[in-house]
């Protein structure tokens, strides 16, 4: 299979990678985390100013029409440059949701919002009793004669704090579990009934649990069909999470050079500890775990470019699940063997190691941990079609 990749995407590969270390290195990371409102601002004007906003987005809704691999390509250098600002919650998942599903007068004006840069975006989804299961679903929609009122509570909303605006999944029909039912709601963040409660998580950005009293939404706050929101969640997550497994894959290559860097200069006994065969074996495991990782963020990313809006198409969804499992397993391996070979410099917070390994940490229980996407790969590998069998017949020759 040829994996080279066009002219323009290998710019735009360059063009990131040179932005991350030149403008987004580590030195200002700490500033990032201690004022996000300030600093990620710069960088979202930044980045609407390089077009990364309008990636996704179709050109007739003023985007550059550009695919998965693209995004694969860019998350994969914010990863290495260890990116905080609100990327992955407006532009791949509020932002898919927007591209497939909102045919609403206002959609242009939303979508034309996001691409300069005036609106972010937080998909208020995951309740704390769901276990990431898109389906366990309390909070409610009830319709009125000017729209709808939604009320409920949602749980680790990321960039819920800061949003200009929430997507919110609510029931409008059925009950917690059932799959039909599910409707999703556009509104703004600070729309009266609207509570946020932010705090920091473990790799340094910023999460919110909300709730919502009896909050007013009109008609054209509805996006997509009524009662059909499950599908749309579910693609959009399965386009998050290959965003995220490319970002695992930078900063998990991003690991392996800054730990072989610091054992070709580190020494001991009057010679780099590089040169110790025990540390040898150590840094091709973590390559090894690494390389595994990449081909699987490869397919991953093919298959849903592949799949368009038909996530089961080619069995995505599987690809998927076995992606987000890997990157999690090697993340874990390749982080705790960098931080071990750095020794105590790696546990520190003036180091960009231990910030790695959080932010690893945090991919890891973002959209589902290990554990639920081998789960889910099990369940969807008994509901697949099997092929036939063709019984060979006796009178066919076979070439030896």
């Known amino acids: 299979m040829n994996f080279d990749i066009t002219t323009e995407q290998r710019l735009l590969d360059e063009n990131a990678r040179r932005f991350m270390q030149e403008q987004h290195n580590f030195s200002g990371h700490s500033a990032r985390l201690d004022d996000p409102i300030k600093n990620n601002k710069a960088a979202w004007e930044q980045f609407a100013g390089m077009g990364w906003l309008a990636l996704p987005f179709a050109e007739a809704d003023g985007g550059l029409g550009c695919g998965q691999i693209e995004i694969m390509l860019l998350m994969q250098s914010f990863g290495r440059g260890l990116v905080v600002a609100p990327f992955l919650p407006t532009i791949i998942f509020g932002g898919e949701i927007l591209r497939q599903n909102d ?20 998909v208020a989804y995951a309740e704390k009793e769901s276990r990431y299961e898109l389906t366990r679903i309390s909070t409610t929609a009830t319709k009125t004669s000017g729209g709808w009122l939604v009320s409920g509570d949602k749980a680790v909303v990321l960039n819920g704090e800061h ?21 999703l709601f556009w509104l703004p963040g600070n729309a009266p009934g ?29 996006i997509g069909n009524i ?27 991003a690991l392996i050079e800054q730990t ?99 932010r690893l940490t945090a991919i890891d229980a973002t959209f589902g941990n290990v554990d639920f996407h081998l789960q889910r790969f099990a369940a969807l590998n008994t509901t697949q079609d099997k092929p036939e069998r063709h019984e060979v017949p006796a009178t066919t020759c076979v070439a030896s």
């Open 103 to 122: 045919f609403s007068p206002a959609r242009q004006q939303r979508i034309s919002a996001i691409i300069n840069g005036a609106c972010t975006l937080a």
């Open 194 to 222: 609207v509570c946020r409660r932010g705090y920091p998580l473990l790799d340094g950005s910023r999460g919110a649990d909300i709730s919502f009293e009896n909050v007013k939404v009109a008609s054209e706050g509805l």
């Open 260 to 358: 072989i860097s610091y054992c070709q200069t580190r020494q001991q006994f009057g010679i780099p500890i590089g040169k110790f065969q025990v540390l040898q074996h150590r840094l091709v495991d973590m390559f090894m775990d690494t390389e595994q990782t990449r081909s699987l963020v490869y397919l991953a990313n093919i298959r849903l470019a592949e799949a368009g809006t038909s996530p089961n198409a080619t069995g995505v969804q599987q690809v998927i699940s076995a992606m987000k499992a890997q990157v999690g397993k090697a993340g874990r391996f390749v982080g705790q063997e960098a931080i071990q070979l750095h020794g105590g410099m790696g546990m520190s917070n003036d180091f960009i190691v231990g910030h790695y390994f959080k």
């Open 227 to 253: 009662g059909c929101a499950h599908s749309m969640l579910e693609h959009a997550l399965d386009a998050s999470i290959a965003a995220l497994g490319a970002e695992a894959l930078g900063i998990m290559d």
């Open 163 to 183: 949003a200009t605006h929430l997507i919110v999944s609510a029931r409008t029909a059925g009950s917690a579990g059932d799959r039909e039912g599910i409707s």
